[in-house]
């Protein structure tokens, strides 16, 4: 019922920027949590950064001073501007999202993923 479509992703040098997008649609009432996650090869799926619908943020260690994190309530989307990126930030970006849809249920939808690669 609810669908997530990152776009951003791709191949940058070592110290550049990468803006990731996610676009949230379908029986939306209202999205509480958006948030971006990234799986490495070979390891476990881990948090890069979320945002509550008031704007509050939690970053990663691994993120704090390099992303940012925003979102457009009015479009469902969120956003995670990524500077001085390192070769170690490569992996599958995962946009996730949990609200209420509007038949009154719960979602927690995950995108399909968007490849970032950090390689001179």
């Known amino acids: 019922q609810v669908q997530l479509v990152e776009s951003g992703g791709g191949l940058v040098q070592p110290g550049g920027s990468l803006r990731l997008s996610c676009a949230a649609s379908?029986?939306?009432?209202?999205?509480?949590?958006m948030g971006w996650y990234r799986q490495a090869p070979g390891k476990e799926r881990e948090l890069v950064a979320v945002?509550?619908?008031?704007?509050?943020?939690n970053y990663a260690e691994s993120a704090k001073g390099r992303f940012t994190i925003s979102r457009d309530n009015a479009k469902n989307t969120v956003y995670l501007q990524m500077n001085k990126l390192k070769p170690e930030d490569t992996a599958i970006y995962y946009c996730?999202?949990?609200?209420?849809?509007?038949?009154?249920?719960?979602?927690?939808?995950w995108g399909q993923g968007t490849p970032v690669t950090v390689s001179s």
């Open positions: 996730n999202a949990g609200g209420r849809t509007t038949g009154f249920g719960t979602f927690d939808t």
């Open positions: 945002i509550q619908r008031g704007g509050t943020t």
């Open positions: 379908g029986r939306i009432l209202g999205i509480a949590a």
